[in-house]
């Protein structure tokens, strides 16, 4: 995966209840940008509680010129999506 193809305002999706072979993936939000090569920024402007979240760049299992698709569950985004900038980003 080349962290250059993840884009301004792509959406972002999580995977479906039924997991990589399962039903279809979640959205989750668009992107704002990649900060510090590691990390990953959400607009605000899809979070339900209007702030930026972030996630780390491992988080991502796949990018097209469509979608950033994560390798974690609707379930796992919403207890590990990060509410404040990370450090030294």
Not at 17 to 26: F, H, I, N, R, V
Not at 32 to 48: H, R
Not at 51 to 74: C, G, M
């Amino acid at each position: 995966m080349n962290v250059s193809q993840i884009k301004e305002h792509l959406p972002v999706y999580a995977e479906g209840p039924g997991g990589l072979e399962g039903a279809s993936d979640t959205h989750i939000g668009n992107i704002d940008s990649v900060e510090g090569g590691n990390y990953v920024k959400l607009t605000k402007n899809n979070a339900p509680d209007g702030q930026h979240h972030w996630f780390p760049i491992s988080w991502v299992r796949a990018v097209d010129e469509r979608a950033v698709y994560l390798n974690k569950t609707v379930d796992e985004v919403a207890k590990e999506l990060l509410n404040e900038q990370p450090a030294g980003v």
